[in-house]
């Protein structure tokens, strides 16, 4: 549980930054940083099983 | 905008003095750069993550590169991610001096937290680059 809840701060860290910098408007910015902070959680999940199917 | 359009508009608009100044505080204090341009929010959204993420990695046990190397290590393999680490500035700086965070402790490096500590100081510094060069085109007058 840890591992997970250090995966969803380090992506909220990065999502606020990436989010902040770019797009037009606030409401952009909100949704990009949602949308950035969303994909480090799947793909980070999806990546885990992944890796836990390989041996080495 | 095509690239001859572009090149066209930098020669009309060179970039200011001020903004190469407003790049390098932003890079040395995170959240700075945004600060002295009155983007408070910014400042504490931007600046706060890289603090943030700093201290986090020093409280997990994490530790920063320089170039002196480890056992059985080359010191071009310490560049990379010393590049990273320098991207937080003064926080890299003071704890160098300190010698905070660059200890080679076994028993630091047993700690289940010690690459998550790595990772999020190598961010930090990372994030902090990108800080740094949006402070820099909103001072150039790129960016709104």
Redesign the interface.
Known sequence: MRHFL?MC??AA??S???G??TK?DDRERWLYGVKVFAEFIVIGLALGWLLYFIPW | MVKTERMQAQEIAPTPGNAWMIGVVAWFIPGLGHALQKRWVRAALMGGAVWLSFFIGLQMGGHMFDLSAAEGSSTLLQVPPMIANIGTGALYIVSWLLGIGFADDPVQAARATYEYGNTFLLIAGLLNYLTMLDAFDIAAGRKP
């Open positions: 250090v701060l380090f860290l990065a606020v930054i990436l902040a910098m037009e």
